[in-house]
């Protein structure tokens, strides 16, 4: 007897084994390995999970042997997991990340597939994710944003599920979702700290004031979704290690307290042996100040309003070109329209009012505070799912030969921008690919850009040190920008023009996909600008246990030494600090148990004439400090170079 599976579950299958395969392409192949990890946060967060593991601490985190208290610990836990399973390595740190944003994509699509009743828009949903610029360049540095999109993306899917099941009105919402909700939130805590929570919390309140219209219907729906044993399970998964980090770094001595002085307010700093403890610097000082722009030490920067918001269209391009026609979907008027009741609101328009205030919360929430390019990302998912329901319906109208077709001619009008935008960019990396040269292979890249520091504040500010005279490295991932913009947004406007919009979807997908690996090529050719990891190559073979590393400026500037080197530990040295006793290692440097690694002109010119050996990182853009005896040559990458008060052996 011959089993006969029904098509929408094939369908379904096929749409999953498609987005594996290019997951695994794109996200866990050779992307894992390349390029090294990063200087600043990539390897910053790779080492707090590899002294994760060594120290067996689960509990309170280490930075270069130093307490890291701002962060709370499910990254670092899945990291140092993965260490664990398959060995400390480039590959092991990247790979809970990889594997976040394949669970996102398979939500996603799952995600969009009930909500729109459509395969197709699920295979949307989690082709736009998959190819989405934004979530493609914020896992190439190692951040826990992916995974705060992932536990919000399923908090409110659990959400959506208990609303699309609530009729009869007298049954009860399934307590295992109301549970999931809680258990997701949860996580998200873990993960990216309180907003874990309020965006949620936020997200819902929003959308059942807005589809009860009343105070009491809005109570009344809270008290059905079984809060008391819901709450409960949030604080089983969130309150423990919250407890026991508290309990593990205590204040010590008398740090001092927040005061409003001449019209401002004034937060103490700390001294050696007087700090706030973990839940004063973690809640009021990362949470708190940090949102009221107040937070100590001040070495951040902010991203302005018109910037953030513009760079929305670049994170989602080229599906940011349907953007707006997505929004239109969502009831806004309908909603807030007063004297509106809950059945003037159909099940679809409910899900698109879901989805265009889940994507509006975070923006305004941080429109009001101290921002960085990647904390869009919580937005991008409701911006996928309603792009990939607009472009489902748009699909089915043209299969469907209906007219009028407003939804044909505007995916028609909209491929013809595209097009043109399209041919502009390739255009101008034709330009670079025609009137640049190619570098000789011993050229250090860092010798051909001109610095913008003030353009750091960005994650990837430093390409925009790049010039005419540096693009010539960079000829490969130009001809493949180029023909992948023309050719994919032409065969896109062919196909709608043909009224086959669901061609000229993959072919834009396909053209999306070539560009990331061509942003990849171009990432790899660029990071010995943003690595140590050749430094780090090139004084491993010399290194013993007794020597001395001195990074000279801040540990992030040259963190990768630390990741690869694998230097802090039970019978290894820390690196040490010229000149650099700020950011992440600031405040946890002045507990009374932090490690003497920062060193100042005279101690540096003891280490330099004792009988230790001694590297220095060294940025060729700084001054060299005034160094007692001589100094020798070791290496130079990427505007870096490691000097040594002892010649090379080898």
């Known amino acids: 007897m011959q089993t006969v599976i029904p098509s929408s579950i094939s369908s379904t299958n096929r749409t999953r084994l498609i987005l594996l395969v290019l997951w695994f392409i794109i996200y866990a192949s050779f992307t894992l390995v390349t390029p090294p990890l990063l200087d600043d946060a990539d390897s ?23 307490r890291y208290l701002e962060k709370a610990p499910i990254l670092y836990w899945s ?52 190819s989405s610029f934004g979530i493609f360049i914020f ?22 599920l208990i609303e699309q099941t609530e009729a009869p009105q007298s049954r009860e919402p399934s307590r295992i979702l109301c549970w999931g909700f809680a258990i997701c939130c949860a996580l998200n805590v873990l993960t990216k700290g309180l907003i874990g929570i309020v965006f949620p919390i936020l997200i819902i309140l929003a959308h059942l004031i807005l589809t009860r219209r009343n105070l009491r219907a809005v109570l009344t729906r809270l008290g059905q979704l079984h809060p008391l044993s819901s709450t409960v399970v949030f604080f089983a998964i969130a309150a423990p290690w919250h407890i026991l980090v508290a309990l593990a770094n205590p204040t010590q001595g008398t740090p001092g307290n927040i005061a409003f002085t001449h019209g401002h307010w004034s937060v103490p700093l700390p001294t050696n042996g007087n700090v706030h403890g973990w839940l004063w610097f973690y809640f009021v000082n990362e949470h708190l100040l940090r949102y009221l722009n107040l937070r100590v030490p001040r070495d951040y920067d902010t991203v302005p309003l018109a910037l953030f918001l513009v760079l929305i269209l670049i994170w989602l391009m080229p599906w940011s070109a349907f953007l707006l026609r997505a929004f239109a979907t969502v ?40 921002r960085q390019e990647y904390y869009v990302l919580p937005a991008l998912p409701p911006m996928m799912l309603l792009i990939a329901a607009w472009l489902d319906r748009e699909a089915t109208e043209a299969e469907s030969f209906i007219v009028p077709n407003p939804l044909v001619r505007a995916g028609q009008r909209i491929s013809v921008v595209l097009f043109a935008l399209g041919s502009i960019a390739a255009l101008i990396a034709g330009f670079f690919v025609l009137h640049s040269h190619p570098p000789n292979p011993e050229t250090d890249l860092a010798s051909l850009l001109k610095q913008n520091p003030s353009d750091y504040a960005l994650s990837f500010g430093h390409f925009l040190d790049l010039n005419a005279r540096a693009m010539g490295a960079f000829r490969t991932p130009l001809i493949v920008t180029a023909t992948a913009l023309f050719t994919g947004t032409l065969a896109n406007w062919l196909c709608r023009r043909n009224y086959k919009p669901h061609f000229g979807n993959l072919w834009l997908a396909a053209a999306t996909f070539a560009f990331l690996l061509a942003a990849h090529t171009g990432l790899q050719i660029f ?60 405040y946890g440097s002045y507990f009374p148990d932090a490690p003497p690694i920062f060193e100042d002109a005279t101690s540096l010119k003891l280490k330099w004439t004792d009988r230790h050996r001694v590297f220095l990182w060294q940025d060729l853009s700084q001054p060299l400090p005034d160094l007692a005896g001589r100094t020798y040559f070791i290496a130079q990458s990427g505007g870096k170079e490691i000097l040594s008060n002892q010649p090379n052996p080898y």
């Open 527 to 586: 990071s010995p600008v943003l690595t140590s990891y050749q430094l780090a190559n090139a004084i491993a073979p010399q290194l013993k246990p007794d020597d001395i590393i001195i990074i000279h400026g801040e540990y992030e500037s040259a963190s990768t030494l630390g990741f690869y080197l694998q230097r802090p530990g039970a019978e290894t040295q820390p690196l040490h600090i010229f000149e650099g006793r700020s950011s992440n290692l600031w």
């Open 331 to 370: 009831p806004w008027r309908k909603a807030f329209r007063p004297l509106v009741s809950i059945r003037t609101l159909s099940q679809n328009e409910n899900t698109h009012l879901l989805l265009g205030l889940w994507a509006l919360i975070p923006l305004l929430f941080f429109s009001l505070s101290t």
């Open 44 to 66: 910053v967060h790779a080492e707090v999970a590899r002294e994760m593991l060594l120290r067996h601490d689960w509990v309170t985190l280490y930075a270069n042997g130093i």
């Open 139 to 160: 896992t190439r540095i190692i951040i826990p944003d992916a995974d705060l999109c992932l536990w919000l993306t399923l908090s409110i899917l659990c959400y959506w």
């Open 79 to 130: 990291m140092a997991l993965s260490y664990k399973l398959f060995g400390i390595h480039t590959a092991s740190a990247r790979l809970p990340v990889a594997l976040t944003v394949l669970a996102l994509a398979l939500t996603l699509e799952g995600f969009a597939r009930r909500a729109f009743h459509s395969t197709r828009a699920g295979l949307y949903a989690g082709l736009i994710l998959l």
